[in-house]
């Protein structure tokens, strides 16, 4: 089975630094991958998803992953936090394509002023 | 677009009861999934619906049903609640051969089993 392993379960940043968020995921062929968020009482929202085009993948709110297939990872990156960026983020992993997506236990960012 | 809409947003029930959740997909989405996120986990997957039928499944129980009707709209069921059936549920919809995967969440039913 697919699974995907978030290293890190509380990341703490100060306002305008770099935000990093690790994952993981088991596979022997390349997923499709994704990074949601989740704000307090607020369903998930996409940030960005890789589907086999580049390996760098941009998405909304100036948050970026790269894709490493030697290392099986998909990390999240951000260069810069800012206060609205304190919330739940979600690495997730469609191994075959059907919509059916197995979830990482979750990364709480705080960020401090 | 009002998006993914779940209702009820809140809900309290005790053990052994039933239960019923709601989901209006996205307009213009045909497909729904259901999610249970217990407290400080990520979601996991319970089923899907595409034209009215089920067609994947996740690792819950048979106590876990659900019903797609003829305007994509879903219900989820919950028998014989236990306390461990205590979760946020969400809802997400999505087009079946758009690509991508990509799933337009709800904002969950916060379910409480007493």
């Known amino acids: 089975a697919q699974s995907v392993t978030q290293l890190g379960s509380h990341v703490s940043v100060s306002e305008g630094a770099l935000v990093l968020l690790r994952c993981n995921y088991s596979?022997?062929?390349?997923?499709?991958l994704f990074w949601y968020v989740q704000y307090p009482n607020q369903g998930l929202q996409l940030l960005l998803k890789?589907?086999?085009?580049?390996?760098l993948v941009k998405g909304i709110n100036g948050f970026e992953a790269e894709f490493k297939k030697s290392e099986t990872s998909f990390h999240l990156t951000k260069p810069s936090a800012h206060m609205s960026d304190a919330a739940e983020y979600f690495c997730?992993?469609?191994?075959?394509?059907?919509?059916?997506?197995?979830f990482g236990a979750g990364t709480t960012v705080t960020v401090r002023a | 677009d009002a998006g993914v809409t779940q209702s009820p947003t809140h809900l309290i029930k005790t053990r052994g009861q039933q239960v019923t959740l709601r989901c209006s997909p996205k307009?213009?989405?045909?497909?729904v999934s259901w999610y249970q996120q217990a407290l400080g986990q990520g979601p996991q997957f319970i089923f899907q619906y595409y034209e009215e039928e089920e067609r994947q499944r996740g690792n819950f129980p048979d106590r876990f049903s659900g019903h797609q009707f003829p305007n994509y709209s879903s219900e989820l069921n919950v028998n014989a609640l236990l306390l461990g059936d205590s979760a946020l549920y969400l809802c997400a919809s999505s087009q079946q051969g758009f690509g991508a995967n990509v799933l337009t969440f709800g904002a969950g039913s916060r379910l409480t089993v007493l």
């Open positions: 890789y589907t086999s085009a580049a390996t």
């Open positions: 307009s213009g989405h045909d497909t």
């Open positions: 997730a992993v469609d191994p075959s394509n059907d919509y059916k997506l197995s």
């Open positions: 596979s022997s062929v390349p997923p499709y």
